[in-house]
């Protein structure tokens, strides 16, 4: 099943995204409801929190008095943290009861409004934050009864809008009426979750547009690289040796097909082959590939790769996974550092990429023009900048 995780600062409208959501049949999992669920009267849960708080934070009913306990711990870093480690844990091993009872064609919305904070994002497929100016975050708060010091307090208590995206796939402006958010919502539906779900059913990689089309440099790129690598990490672990946004849309200055290179060194392929199930669950599927064997390593074996991608189409992925070592590991490293250090062979290669541009329409002819220019200078002109810098691969 597609899992899509929903946050975003207090008052910014996330329940409004959620309803309508799951008006397009999305099964939502709301965290607020279930942190009020496990601290119920009679609850384990509320047990633990009267232990570490005190009956103090009870109504004369025997219920949490939760204006009571926020008062507690807004403001006290530790208190909060404290709450957080008692009920994040509770309201997890619930939310996960709930999705696990769903068939797996179903499309997720877990509300979390602290899934940033609690690094959550990469342990779902498609993450989307709502946001909202501050001034209307804190007349929406006001109109629910809140102190203006309150809202506040608890605003600054969560993460900044700025981590928020950069953690997250999608942005949410809801700041307008609500049938403009609805609008908004059905083109993010229909063009990207949707679809994403589909791939994920399929066992399939959404695939780049063959219309080649060569976009601006976005510094959108490095985040976008960030969001897929963190959440390889989440399905490799140590496996991943190192993970390095490379080709393209690494090298500042440069135009690019809106796709994203990503390298992962691994000790062995047999590693990425035994992690199949992890990465398929994590919305990434891939085959066997071989690079284009060049004169020194003229052995195809020793360019052998699995290719995957991403089930997002809103983020077009090209995961690279080879063994630490091999000449097409190297490569794609020393590639990347050359032309970030020398502006003139970085403006050959620009130029390079413009012309076949200029004569290619599709991505596939387009690739096919460049791969010459690889044989003749990327390759030997590459080798002569590390052997005259003294580069050397990183360290895994």
Request: proline share 5%.
């Amino acid at each position: 099943m597609l899992k899509v995780g929903l946050t975003g600062g207090i008052g910014a409208g996330k329940s409004t995204v959620a309803t309508i959501l799951a008006e397009f049949g999305a099964f939502v999992v709301d965290a607020d409801r279930l942190a009020h669920e496990v601290v119920a009267p009679g609850s384990d849960g509320l047990a633990k929190v009267i232990r570490h708080f005190g009956r103090g934070i009870l109504t004369e009913e025997g219920s949490l008095d939760r204006k009571a306990l926020a008062q507690r711990v807004f403001g006290d870093d530790v208190a909060r943290a404290q709450l957080e480690a008692i009920i994040h844990p509770l309201v997890r091993e619930r939310a996960n009861e709930l999705v696990q009872r769903q068939s797996e064609d179903t499309i997720v919305v877990e509300d979390i409004p602290l899934l940033v904070e609690t690094r959550s994002a990469p342990h779902f497929h498609l993450v989307i934050d709502v946001e909202a100016p501050h001034v209307l975050r804190l007349q929406r708060l006001a109109e629910r009864g809140m102190a203006a010091e309150d809202a506040q307090r608890r605003i600054n208590a969560q993460a900044s809008d700025r981590q928020r995206r950069e953690a997250c796939d999608v942005v949410i402006e809801n700041s307008g009426d609500v049938d403009h958010l609805r609008a908004e919502l059905r083109r993010l539906w229909t063009e990207r979750i949707e679809p994403a779900s589909e791939n994920l059913r399929l066992r399939r990689a959404a695939t780049r547009p063959e219309k080649l089309q060569l976009v601006e440099p976005d510094p959108e790129w490095a985040h976008r690289f960030e969001r897929i690598a963190a959440r390889l990490r989440y399905a490799m672990g140590p496996n991943a040796l190192r993970i390095d946004h490379t080709g393209s849309t690494a090298i500042w200055g440069l135009k690019a097909k809106d796709v994203i290179d990503v390298q992962v060194t691994v000790l062995r392929l047999s590693v990425v082959d035994s992690l199949e199930s992890q990465l398929n669950g994590a919305g990434f599927f891939g085959r066997t590939m071989f690079d284009e064997p060049k004169p020194e390593f003229p052995e195809q074996s020793q360019w052998e790769k699995r290719l995957y991608g991403s089930i997002d189409p809103g983020n077009i992925t090209h995961i690279h996974m080879r063994q630490v070592g091999t000449p097409g590991q190297r490569y794609a490293l020393m590639f990347r550092d050359w032309l970030r250090d020398d502006i003139e062979s970085r403006n050959a290669y620009a130029e390079i990429k413009e012309r076949a541009a200029a004569n290619n329409e599709s991505t596939t002819e387009y690739v096919g023009a460049k791969e010459p220019w690889f044989g003749q200078f990327g390759w030997p002109g590459a080798h002569e900048w590390a052997a005259k810098t003294g580069w050397r691969p990183p360290l895994c």
